[in-house]
């Protein structure tokens, strides 16, 4: 079949406007996933930020004010889980004491393979190694919680 030079143009702007319309929508969900990072990065550091300040306070410790921080940045699975295991650490610091001076090499980084999983590093002055929590973020009601840590293998 002989196609005519009308509707091969017809096609050929139906096929140009079909790829601009998918180069569009990628370049749309590109942004919207580094607005996504953003947004979780900075609840991360936000959380880090003030969990840490919170928790280096002299004595004694002012739980009301770490729970909320909890509340706000965590979900309320997560919270519970923790609580149910009944640890004898901080799983959000893989510590038992906090340090103020861990905001200084506090870093957040994004798995370069999942979506939602970031990892959360500092350096304990105690014995000079790295703390690396692994944590695997949600959306709830248009914001951003820890739902889960993976907790380290010894």
């Avoid at 999942?114 to 949600?138: D, P």
Wanted: aromatic share 12%; with cysteine.
């Amino acid at each position: 079949m002989v196609m005519n030079m009308k509707t091969k143009i017809i096609i050929s702007t139906f096929v140009l406007g079909v790829m601009l319309f998918n180069a569009f929508t990628c370049i749309g969900n590109q942004v919207q996933d580094n607005f996504s990072d953003e947004q979780i990065l900075s609840m991360l550091k936000s959380f880090y930020t003030s969990y840490i300040t919170e928790n280096s306070k002299d004595f004694p410790m002012n739980f009301h004010n770490i729970n909320s921080i909890k509340r706000k940045y965590c979900t309320s699975s997560l919270l519970h889980k923790i609580k149910k295991q009944g640890l004898d650490y901080d799983p959000f610091l893989n510590a038992q004491d906090c340090d103020i001076e861990w905001l200084k090499t506090l870093s957040i980084r994004k798995d370069s393979i999942r979506n939602n999983l970031y990892y959360v590093s500092f350096i304990s002055l105690y014995n000079k190694s790295t703390i690396t929590i692994k944590l695997f973020i949600v959306k709830q009601k248009e914001q951003y919680k820890i739902d889960s840590i993976i907790m380290p293998e010894v």
